[in-house]
């Protein structure tokens, strides 16, 4: 992987000039849908074993098992494969009584069994975690979830499975806090989990009890500190709204959405508060306008970025407010997607393509999974979710 923090690096064309893309996935849409009801778009209102309202989190787990964060519901849906249909009914569910029941935590107290705007969700050492986020925790089995009865292993972000208050009610957070986590992800053993309303990342290189604190912080100086950008300027070191994590080629990339940006660490940071070694999506370190201050897109450009994957060599980005995936094979300043998925070209966004669902259209893509050449895509905008084959 070849990194600069120059402006002059220009390993692909410049702005201005690259339209077109390679497909990122296969242009003939997603293999399957799920949550659409019959159709492309859905009725997200009543719960069902089917339906989904706002899907923000899925996950392909190494055990065959296929997991949706149905974040509108609050609740998980599971599948025992992956599913071979559209709109197949999920088989696993937890967070509610019944799927047709739905309400933060299920409509009664905080427990290990419910659930508050679930977001992201992982694979975690042959279990699952997920990113309670309103609930401001993670939840974490070791084993996954057989149903309602089956209740988290370990609670991170509060002293108990009944506790739900931000910072765990105090004023400044700690390293054993969390504000809205919204993204989470397993790194070589470790969980990764964007503590988004703290503005940074937190790390945890063995989660063995409730309660444990952090052993590392990313986006801050110090554990102790939640102001946007670390209270500064926007710099390598800083974040406004992390939203998704993932390793890459040895190393580290984080959605650093607020500032329109993805960072990337050559080798997994070992220090609080160490800088990003390099950015995409911007012209300059300290630069955090959308599209790059353009109206428009570019494949050099991004506008809150909220997932991220990796399939193959490549970094897929699901730049969510210009509804499309982008996928990159350099790092740099000048460093361009290649690969293009949900629009016609580069220089174009709008949900749908300012149209109606299609099968290869995207509208807000807030989560990624991907376990070989399958991807699957939060399309939380259209209530669905999408599998979805790399590009032939």
Request: charged share 20%; glycine share 14%.
């Amino acid at each position: 992987m070849r990194v600069s923090l120059a402006p002059s690096f220009s390993p692909i064309k410049a702005a201005g000039t690259v339209t077109q893309g390679a497909p990122l996935l296969d242009p003939a849409g997603a293999r399957v849908i799920l949550g659409s009801d019959g159709g492309l778009l859905a009725d997200p209102i009543t719960p069902a074993a089917h339906r989904l309202f706002g899907p923000r989190g899925v996950c392909l787990h190494p055990d065959g098992s296929f997991w949706v964060a149905d974040t509108g519901h609050h609740r998980l849906l599971g599948w025992h494969k992956l599913p071979d249909r559209d709109d197949q009914p999920a088989d696993i569910l937890f967070g509610q009584p019944t799927f047709g029941r739905e309400g933060r935590n299920a409509k009664g107290p905080v427990t290990a069994r419910t659930l508050n705007v679930p977001t992201g969700i992982t694979a975690f050492r042959g279990g699952l975690a997920v990113a309670d986020a309103w609930n401001h925790r993670v939840l974490i089995w070791h084993r996954p979830p057989a149903g309602p009865d089956s209740p988290a292993d370990i609670v991170l972000g509060q002293a108990d499975a009944g506790s739900s208050l931000a910072n765990r009610g105090a004023d400044a957070p700690g390293p054993q806090t969390l504000h809205w986590p919204y993204g989470l992800s397993e790194i070589d053993g470790r969980l990764v989990v964007c503590d988004t309303g703290n503005r940074r990342l937190m790390v945890w290189n063995d989660p063995g009890r409730t309660g444990q604190p952090a052993d590392l912080v990313l986006g801050q100086d110090s554990f102790t500190c939640r102001d946007e950008n670390a209270g500064g300027p926007v710099a390598a070191r800083s974040m406004r709204w992390p939203h998704m994590a993932c390793g890459w080629q040895g190393g580290l990339a984080v959605a650093d959405a607020g500032n329109n940006r993805v960072m990337v660490w050559t080798g997994f940071p070992d220090a609080n508060g160490q800088p990003a070694d390099a950015i995409l999506g911007q012209a300059g370190i300290g630069d955090c306008d959308l599209n790059r201050g353009a109206y428009y897109p570019s494949a050099l450009a991004v506008n809150m970025p909220y997932a991220l994957g990796v399939l193959g060599e490549r970094l897929i980005v699901g730049d969510t407010a210009n509804s499309r995936l982008l996928g990159f094979s350099e790092v740099g300043f000048a460093a361009a997607a290649d690969r293009l998925t949900g629009q016609p070209d580069f220089a174009s966004k709008g949900d749908n393509r300012w149209g109606m669902a299609e099968r290869d259209s995207l509208c807000w893509p807030y989560g990624l999974s991907v376990r070989g050449s399958t991807v699957a895509v939060a399309d939380s905008g259209n209530n669905r979710v999408l599998i979805w084959e790399a590009a032939p």
